[in-house]
């Protein structure tokens, strides 16, 4: 079975308090974004993963597929299994890359060996893998809170928008980047500011990250300036970064920006 696991962006993102976990409570907007890596999913002889593309950080029992399968086995028999990844969304951009091959690598396994999971024993699933990895399940735009991982329906639709999103080639540690945020209240109801039109958000949606981020990388800001000036209706540090996406009406209005050739870019429309 041969499935793509889809990045996603982060429409507003506040990180309210910490946890006695030691995690944080954070607030955000999750939207699909069809830049994606390639995942082959087969029954096989002996358990192997081969890689190709952007190369990943770690060996193989590592890697979040295969700790995906290692996951199902704690609870069924499954048989050997073959899985070849193709990597090309960017590692460590704030676009959910690996916890959308751990999700989608739940989801092709429980189809390869008919376990028959419904989507909230896969959320559950997931929930282990990583916060992100639950939202990859059901992929629609949701409200997400507590550790992202619990989910509230939204009405929000990029439907039609373009989206441009640059990689600048900075990897920033998931950890590091929460660990530079003290936590506070939301600037704004989230809800109520996605709600308004997409030319108001540049007032009213935020993304913590960015703020705490942008003085050690100053590449971060810089981007989001390139975008507004060429015309962005929206533009955002995307989770913890160093992806920054701007959104713009229509495909007509997409600019084509000089960027250094190290950058990675994905644009289109949602
Ligand atoms: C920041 C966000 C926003 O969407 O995305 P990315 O920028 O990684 O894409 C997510 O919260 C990232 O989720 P994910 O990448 O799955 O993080 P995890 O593997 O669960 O956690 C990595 C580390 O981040 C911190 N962490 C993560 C989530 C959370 N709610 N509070 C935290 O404090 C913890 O220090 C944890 O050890
Ligand atoms: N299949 C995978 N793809 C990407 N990263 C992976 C994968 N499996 C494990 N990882 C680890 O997860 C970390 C962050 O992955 P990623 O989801 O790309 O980050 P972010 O969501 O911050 O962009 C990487 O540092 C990497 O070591």
Redesign the pocket.
């Known amino acids: 079975m041969l499935v793509f696991p889809n990045a996603k962006l982060n429409l507003g993102l506040y990180i309210t308090s910490l946890r006695p976990d030691g995690f944080r409570n954070l607030e955000s907007v999750f939207v699909p974004l069809p830049w994606c890596?390639a995942l082959e999913v087969l029954p096989a002889e002996t358990n192997v993963l081969t890689l190709s593309g952007i190369p990943?950080?770690?060996d193989s029992a590592?890697?979040?597929?295969w700790r995906a399968y290692e996951l199902l086995r704690t609870d069924f028999q499954l048989p050997p299994v073959q899985m070849h990844?193709h990597?090309a969304?960017?590692?460590?951009?704030?676009?959910?890359?690996?916890?959308?091959?751990?999700a989608f690598a739940l989801r092709a396994l429980d189809e390869v060996f008919e376990l028959h999971l419904s989507p909230e024993r896969l959320e559950d699933y997931a929930r282990q893998l990583g916060s992100?990895c639950a939202f990859f399940i059901r992929n629609k735009p949701i409200f997400a809170y507590e550790k992202g991982d619990v989910f509230e329906p939204i009405a929000v639709s990029l439907t039609g928008v373009a989206c441009k999103v640059i990689y600048p080639g900075l990897?920033?540690?998931?950890a590091e980047a929460y660990a530079r945020v003290v936590p506070r209240a939301p600037r704004h109801d989230l809800r109520a500011s996605l709600a308004q039109p997409l030319e108001q958000w540049r007032d009213l949606v935020s993304n913590d990250f960015e703020e705490a981020l942008t003085p050690q990388y100053p590449i971060l800001g810089e981007l989001k300036q390139a975008l507004y000036t060429a015309g962005a209706a929206y533009a955002s540090l995307s989770?913890?970064g160093s992806a920054v996406y701007g959104l713009f009406p229509d495909r007509e209005t997409l600019p084509k920006l000089l960027l250094p050739e190290e950058f990675q870019v994905w644009d289109g429309v949602l």
Do not use: Q, R
């Open positions: 890596d990943i950080p770690g590592t890697n979040l597929c990844l990597k969304v960017p590692i460590g951009a704030g676009l959910g890359g690996g916890s959308s091959d751990a992100d990897h920033i540690s998931t989770g913890s």
